[in-house]
Protein backbone atom coordinates (compact mmCIF):
# COMPACT_ATOMS: atom_id res chain seq x y z
CA UNK A 1 0.00 0.00 0.00
CA UNK A 2 2.83 2.55 -0.71
CA UNK A 3 2.76 4.84 -3.23
CA UNK A 4 5.26 6.15 -5.48
CA UNK A 5 4.57 9.08 -7.69
CA UNK A 6 5.65 9.35 -10.52
CA UNK A 7 5.28 13.07 -11.72
CA UNK A 8 6.35 15.55 -8.51
CA UNK A 9 4.06 17.79 -8.36
CA UNK A 10 -0.21 19.30 -8.48
CA UNK A 11 -2.34 20.55 -6.25
CA UNK A 12 -2.62 21.02 -2.51
CA UNK A 13 -4.83 19.42 0.02
CA UNK A 14 -4.44 20.44 3.39
CA UNK A 15 -1.33 21.08 3.34
CA UNK A 16 -0.75 17.53 2.12
CA UNK A 17 0.65 17.72 -2.00
CA UNK A 18 -1.72 15.81 -3.70
CA UNK A 19 0.21 14.35 -6.52
CA UNK A 20 -0.23 12.09 -9.70
CA UNK A 21 1.12 8.62 -8.74
CA UNK A 22 1.95 5.21 -8.65
CA UNK A 23 0.96 2.59 -6.35
CA UNK A 24 2.41 -0.80 -5.66
CA UNK A 25 -1.75 -1.86 -6.07
CA UNK A 26 -2.95 -1.48 -9.63
CA UNK A 27 -5.50 0.76 -9.22
CA UNK A 28 -8.12 2.47 -11.27
CA UNK A 29 -8.02 6.26 -11.38
CA UNK A 30 -11.85 7.93 -10.70
CA UNK A 31 -12.65 11.75 -12.20
CA UNK A 32 -11.68 11.27 -15.74
CA UNK A 33 -14.76 13.33 -16.79
CA UNK A 34 -17.27 12.64 -19.72
CA UNK A 35 -14.28 9.72 -20.74
CA UNK A 36 -14.38 8.05 -17.69
CA UNK A 37 -18.27 8.14 -17.80
CA UNK A 38 -18.36 6.67 -21.33
CA UNK A 39 -16.28 4.11 -20.72
CA UNK A 40 -17.97 3.01 -17.50
CA UNK A 41 -21.38 2.68 -19.19
CA UNK A 42 -20.65 0.99 -22.28
CA UNK A 43 -17.17 -0.85 -20.89
CA UNK A 44 -17.42 -1.71 -17.41
CA UNK A 45 -14.62 -4.25 -17.85
CA UNK A 46 -12.20 -1.85 -19.08
CA UNK A 47 -9.54 0.07 -16.91
CA UNK A 48 -7.61 2.84 -17.84
CA UNK A 49 -4.30 2.53 -17.63
CA UNK A 50 -2.57 6.45 -17.83
CA UNK A 51 -2.75 9.26 -20.08
CA UNK A 52 -0.34 10.23 -22.46
CA UNK A 53 0.72 13.58 -21.76
CA UNK A 54 3.22 14.06 -24.32
CA UNK A 55 5.96 12.58 -27.21
CA UNK A 56 8.98 11.27 -26.20
CA UNK A 57 12.28 11.54 -29.39
CA UNK A 58 11.38 11.70 -32.85
CA UNK A 59 9.99 7.88 -33.63
CA UNK A 60 6.88 7.91 -32.92
CA UNK A 61 6.82 6.99 -28.40
CA UNK A 62 4.52 8.63 -26.13
CA UNK A 63 5.05 9.23 -22.26
CA UNK A 64 2.29 7.98 -20.34
CA UNK A 65 1.63 9.20 -17.16
CA UNK A 66 0.64 6.10 -15.55
CA UNK A 67 -2.48 5.20 -12.61
CA UNK A 68 -0.87 1.72 -11.94
CA UNK A 69 2.15 0.73 -10.12
CA UNK A 70 5.78 1.19 -12.02
CA UNK A 71 6.46 -2.40 -11.25
CA UNK A 72 2.89 -3.50 -13.06
CA UNK A 73 4.68 -1.79 -16.22
CA UNK A 74 8.23 -2.99 -15.77
CA UNK A 75 10.28 -5.02 -12.98
CA UNK A 76 13.40 -5.95 -11.89
CA UNK A 77 14.38 -9.53 -12.63
CA UNK A 78 11.02 -10.86 -13.26
CA UNK A 79 8.18 -9.76 -16.04
CA UNK A 80 5.73 -7.07 -14.62
CA UNK A 81 1.95 -7.87 -15.78
CA UNK A 82 1.73 -5.62 -18.32
CA UNK A 83 4.93 -6.03 -19.60
CA UNK A 84 3.63 -8.86 -21.88
CA UNK A 85 0.24 -7.30 -22.72
CA UNK A 86 0.23 -5.85 -26.26
CA UNK A 87 -3.27 -4.94 -27.19
CA UNK A 88 -4.61 -2.14 -25.71
CA UNK A 89 -7.77 0.46 -26.25
CA UNK A 90 -6.19 4.17 -27.04
CA UNK A 91 -9.03 6.97 -25.49
CA UNK A 92 -9.92 10.41 -27.00
CA UNK A 93 -11.22 13.06 -24.56
CA UNK A 94 -14.76 11.92 -25.57
CA UNK A 95 -14.66 8.50 -25.11
CA UNK A 96 -14.21 7.15 -28.17
CA UNK A 97 -11.84 4.34 -28.11
CA UNK A 98 -9.68 2.57 -30.77
CA UNK A 99 -7.51 -0.50 -30.81
CA UNK A 100 -4.09 -0.17 -30.54
CA UNK A 101 -1.14 -2.71 -30.37
CA UNK A 102 2.07 -1.74 -28.12
CA UNK A 103 5.69 -2.45 -29.84
CA UNK A 104 7.63 -1.49 -27.13
CA UNK A 105 7.65 -0.33 -23.34
CA UNK A 106 9.93 0.82 -20.98
CA UNK A 107 10.32 3.49 -17.70
CA UNK A 108 12.04 6.58 -18.15
CA UNK A 109 12.57 9.65 -15.02
CA UNK A 110 9.27 8.02 -13.70
CA UNK A 111 7.03 7.95 -16.91
CA UNK A 112 6.18 5.01 -19.25
CA UNK A 113 7.47 5.26 -22.00
CA UNK A 114 5.14 3.18 -25.14
CA UNK A 115 5.76 2.48 -28.58
CA UNK A 116 2.20 1.52 -30.99
CA UNK A 117 2.36 0.23 -34.62
CA UNK A 118 1.11 2.57 -36.66
CA UNK A 119 2.86 5.93 -35.29
CA UNK A 120 6.23 6.16 -36.94
CA UNK A 121 6.60 10.27 -36.33
CA UNK A 122 6.41 12.54 -34.04
CA UNK A 123 3.77 14.26 -35.77
CA UNK A 124 1.50 11.16 -35.47
CA UNK A 125 2.65 10.53 -31.95
CA UNK A 126 1.32 14.27 -31.46
CA UNK A 127 -2.15 13.38 -32.53
CA UNK A 128 -2.34 11.02 -29.27
CA UNK A 129 -1.90 13.52 -26.36
CA UNK A 130 -4.97 13.54 -23.98
CA UNK A 131 -5.38 10.18 -25.24
CA UNK A 132 -5.67 7.33 -22.30
CA UNK A 133 -4.72 4.03 -22.48
CA UNK A 134 -6.81 1.05 -21.14
CA UNK A 135 -6.93 -2.64 -21.33
CA UNK A 136 -9.69 -5.39 -20.27
CA UNK A 137 -9.66 -5.61 -16.38
CA UNK A 138 -6.85 -7.68 -14.57
CA UNK A 139 -7.38 -10.36 -12.40
CA UNK A 140 -5.28 -8.45 -9.14
CA UNK A 141 -2.68 -10.45 -7.35
CA UNK A 142 -3.91 -10.87 -3.19
CA UNK A 143 -3.59 -7.53 -1.16
CA UNK A 144 -4.20 -5.93 -4.38
CA UNK A 145 -7.21 -3.16 -5.27
CA UNK A 146 -8.72 -1.06 -7.81
CA UNK A 147 -9.28 2.68 -7.08
CA UNK A 148 -12.90 2.19 -7.98
CA UNK A 149 -13.31 -0.87 -6.07
CA UNK A 150 -12.23 1.17 -2.83
CA UNK A 151 -14.54 4.52 -3.87
CA UNK A 152 -17.34 4.64 -1.19
CA UNK A 153 -16.36 1.77 1.19
CA UNK A 154 -17.46 2.09 4.36
CA UNK A 155 -14.32 2.50 7.19
CA UNK A 156 -14.12 1.05 10.72
CA UNK A 157 -11.79 1.98 13.16
CA UNK A 158 -11.59 -1.31 15.62
CA UNK A 159 -10.75 -0.30 18.86
CA UNK A 160 -10.87 -1.88 22.58
CA UNK A 161 -15.02 -1.60 22.48
CA UNK A 162 -14.89 -2.69 18.86
CA UNK A 163 -15.82 -1.16 15.83
CA UNK A 164 -16.53 2.71 15.19
CA UNK A 165 -18.17 3.79 11.94
CA UNK A 166 -15.76 6.43 10.53
CA UNK A 167 -17.45 7.11 7.24
CA UNK A 168 -16.66 6.69 3.79
CA UNK A 169 -13.95 6.49 1.08
CA UNK A 170 -14.69 9.86 -1.19
CA UNK A 171 -11.13 10.50 -2.77
CA UNK A 172 -7.38 8.46 -2.56
CA UNK A 173 -4.33 10.49 -3.68
CA UNK A 174 -0.51 9.91 -3.63
CA UNK A 175 1.93 11.78 -1.43
CA UNK A 176 5.33 9.72 -2.84
CA UNK A 177 5.33 7.83 0.12
CA UNK A 178 2.10 6.51 0.73
CA UNK A 179 -1.59 6.45 -0.36
CA UNK A 180 -3.95 8.83 1.72
CA UNK A 181 -7.86 7.53 1.85
CA UNK A 182 -9.79 10.70 2.35
CA UNK A 183 -12.34 9.07 4.81
CA UNK A 184 -15.69 11.62 5.13
CA UNK A 185 -18.81 11.24 7.81
CA UNK A 186 -21.03 15.19 7.01
CA UNK A 187 -18.49 17.58 7.85
CA UNK A 188 -15.61 15.49 9.35
CA UNK A 189 -12.74 14.82 7.04
CA UNK A 190 -9.84 12.23 7.97
CA UNK A 191 -6.94 11.92 5.68
CA UNK A 192 -5.50 8.29 6.53
CA UNK A 193 -2.27 7.29 5.53
CA UNK A 194 -3.03 4.06 3.65
CA UNK A 195 -0.23 1.11 5.23
CA UNK A 196 -0.55 -1.98 5.15
CA UNK A 197 0.33 -1.94 8.93
CA UNK A 198 -2.91 0.62 9.79
CA UNK A 199 -4.97 -1.84 7.54
CA UNK A 200 -6.46 -4.32 9.07
CA UNK A 201 -9.41 -5.65 6.57
CA UNK A 202 -10.71 -5.20 3.46
CA UNK A 203 -13.64 -6.62 2.51
CA UNK A 204 -14.72 -5.94 -1.43
CA UNK A 205 -17.94 -7.62 -1.63
CA UNK A 206 -19.48 -6.07 1.71
CA UNK A 207 -17.84 -2.64 0.73
CA UNK A 208 -15.91 -2.25 4.41
CA UNK A 209 -12.98 -1.51 5.46
CA UNK A 210 -11.56 -2.07 8.80
CA UNK A 211 -8.14 0.14 10.48
CA UNK A 212 -6.44 1.16 12.95
CA UNK A 213 -7.06 4.43 13.58
CA UNK A 214 -3.60 6.70 14.63
CA UNK A 215 -4.34 8.35 17.90
CA UNK A 216 -3.51 11.85 16.11
CA UNK A 217 -6.27 11.26 13.70
Known sequence: ????????????????????????????????????????????????????????????????????????????????????????????????????RILGLREQKGFIILKFAGYDTISQAEQLKKYKVACKRLPLAKGAYYVRDLMGMEVFAEDKTGLRRLGKIVDIFGTGTNDIYVIKEETKEILFPAVKKLVKEIDINKKRMIIDLPEEL
Do not use: W
Open 1 to 100: MVARDLVPLAEKRKGVAKQSFASEKPVYRPGLGKCAQRMERNDRDLVFLGEIVNTQGRKGEVRLISYLSLSSFVTRGRRGFLESMKNVYLVNPDGEKKEA
